[in-house]
């Protein structure tokens, strides 16, 4: 079977078995052409709430088909792969946050959409790379912890320096590989490029980038400006998904590492499996852990508009 022929049957499958596929950006070119919705966490929490199948299926990693369960307890969601895990989303304990409201009750947890179901229930509010500045900002209280990534709540820190926000140690082991070496090569041999980065990355890429966003932002950028070559400092799915959608722009990756191996386990034969077959992990979840969970996310939606 071809490629354009197992897209056509996944299309076709998915009608006839009502099926909503979800797409991350992160994932590759070919899975993309068969989704409902592609877009960052932010987006696809928002699309999965809304979507009118009854079967969801995510491809992405566990923490956002976790996240379309508790949004959406009526219907079946699945995730692309069992072993597809985000390690930033494990690195904190849900005892250690418990511990830390019981010695800090002033401050209001603020928790980056990528940690686990069981981490969100005892988080205030929860944001994504798209939503974390304006909710931050949104936030009565100038008191925040931010957490797992200190990379973007730092970067947050900076932005909104009337608010008084404590970070834990963690982040993205995919972005942390992205280094100033990268940046100071890349633009020694493309000099009129713009660099646009995640700030998942490290302050030392940050500051020398053009522009700082989410996937989301990152692309709408590349897309609208007059300027014909870019740089791209996160996940490397990205540089593909641009070169495909602005064939007249060039794009470069900021480093060959930057490549998230949990996001890479989903292939289109994993959603042809579970369309035809049904092979997928189905994500279930107890009723107490998604309602405490699901304040965080409601608190998001409120506070991002
Ligand atoms: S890119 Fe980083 S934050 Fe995103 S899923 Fe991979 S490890 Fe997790």
Redesign the pocket.
């Known amino acids: 079977m071809k490629i354009r022929e197992m897209q056509d049957e996944i299309i076709r499958l998915k009608k006839e078995k009502d099926i909503c596929i979800l797409v991350h950006a992160?994932i590759s070119h070919d899975v993309w052409e068969v989704a409902d919705y592609v877009g960052d966490s932010y987006g696809l929490a928002k699309q999965a709430a809304s979507a009118p199948q009854k079967n969801v299926l995510m491809c992405g990693?566990r923490f956002m088909a976790e996240t379309c369960k508790i949004l959406s307890p009526e219907k079946r969601v699945f995730l692309s792969h069992p072993d597809a895990g985000?390690?930033?989303?494990e690195q904190i304990d849900k005892a250690v946050i418990e511990n830390y409201k019981k010695n800090n009750p002033d401050r209001t947890v603020v928790a980056y959409i990528?940690t686990t179901a069981d981490l969100k229930t005892v988080c205030d509010v929860c944001v994504t790379s798209s939503s974390a500045l304006k909710i931050v900002e949104n936030i009565e209280n100038d008191k925040i912890l931010f957490i797992p990534d200190s990379n973007l709540g730092g970067w947050i820190k900076e932005k909104c320096p009337n608010k008084d926000i404590e970070l834990m140690q963690g982040g993205?082991?995919?972005?942390i590989l992205l280094r100033k070496e990268h940046v100071e090569r890349m633009k020694e041999k493309h000099p009129d490029a713009l660099l646009l980065v995640h700030p998942?990355s490290r302050k030392e890429v940050a500051d020398l980038a053009d522009y700082v966003g989410s996937t989301t932002g990152i692309m709408k950028f590349a897309k609208e400006s007059d300027n014909k070559e870019f740089i791209i400092g996160t996940?490397n799915s990205i540089v593909q998904h641009l070169q495909v959608e602005c064939p007249d722009k060039r794009f470069y990756e900021l480093s060959k590492e930057c490549v998230?191996k949990?996001?890479k386990l989903t292939t289109l034969a994993d959603v042809y499996n579970m369309v035809k077959y049904g092979e997928s992990e189905e994500i279930f979840m107890d009723e107490e852990t998604r309602v405490k969970a699901l304040r965080s996310i409601d608190n998001m939606l409120k506070l991002g508009g």
Request: glycine share 0%; with cysteine.
């Open positions: 992160y990693v985000c390690p930033m989303a990528n993205c082991p995919t972005h998942e996940e998230c949990n996001m």
